[in-house]
């Protein structure tokens, strides 16, 4: 099992939090949002990572350099035009060292406790796995699921709140055999859509295409997608000491 953290991301709406740092390593209690995740890969057992890196992407070298040299194998795919694509773009470049894998992918902005992970790594189910929280009061900007039995059969923000069942985390499991799928998904959504979508476009995609994608709850344990001052403000009062 391998992982892909797509850190490549300005984090503006964070102001000061973020200015002289790329958004990951805006840290939540005296610890980097990255040191969280690597913390929590590392606990179950997936050390090989790569990072898709873009705004200050060379301060992130650092901290695993200096932090995490000996515990991971990390490689890293660099987004030059980070500031001008979405996420979907950063994951097409992570094509070539993925397609084959079985791996997690996560949203490097999210803070999120450890049983999260482990409950996505070790599903039964197989193929594309969401982590998706059914406890949240969603809104706008919440991206949201639509569940129907044991598969989501769709995926967008533009998803009325009223109409949707969950909140769709950031972090998904991808199985080897369903790796190809994927990234074809993905390929073909920036051809039709641009590179100014958001990842999710891809899986829903493949949801279009007859394929079906599953869920794993986050059964209450506590994360947080942090955007904003408010958001960091919230991870460090609340969620941190829940970790």
């Not at 992970?117 to 193929?127: H, I, N």
């Not at 969401?130 to 533009?158: A, N, R």
């Not at 998904?185 to 859509?193: A, D, F, L, P, Q």
């Amino acid at each position: 099992m391998r992982a892909v953290i797509i850190a490549a991301g300005t984090g503006s709406r964070l102001g000061e939090y973020s200015k002289d740092k790329p958004k990951t390593l805006v840290e939540v209690s005296g610890t980097p949002i990255l040191g969280y995740t690597l913390n929590s890969l590392i606990k179950e057992d997936i050390t090989d990572i790569v990072i898709v890196t873009g705004y200050m992407g060379e301060k992130i070298k650092e901290f695993i350099n200096k932090n995490y040299a000996n515990k991971l194998n990390v490689s890293y795919v660099h987004n030059d035009i980070y500031d001008k694509t979405n996420n979907i773009y950063s994951i097409y470049l992570a094509k070539n060292e993925l397609v084959g894998s079985d791996f997690m992918l996560i949203n490097s902005d999210v803070l999120f406790h450890e049983g999260i992970l482990q409950a996505l790594k070790r599903s039964e189910k197989r193929g594309v796995i969401l982590s998706v929280d059914f406890t949240v009061k969603l809104g706008e900007e919440e991206m949201k699921v639509k569940i129907e039995g044991d598969t989501i059969v769709k995926i967008s923000k533009k998803i009325p709140p009223e109409e949707a069942d969950g909140e769709y985390i950031g972090l998904t499991r991808i199985d080897k055999d369903f790796s190809r799928v994927f990234f074809e998904s993905v390929e073909r959504t920036i051809e039709e859509k641009g590179t100014g979508v958001f990842y999710e476009e891809a899986f829903q995609t493949m949801i279009d295409d007859g394929n079906e994608i599953h869920y794993e709850s986050t059964k209450g344990l506590p994360w947080i997608e942090i955007d904003t001052p408010e958001d960091l403000k919230v991870a460090q009062e609340v969620i941190a000491p829940r970790l």
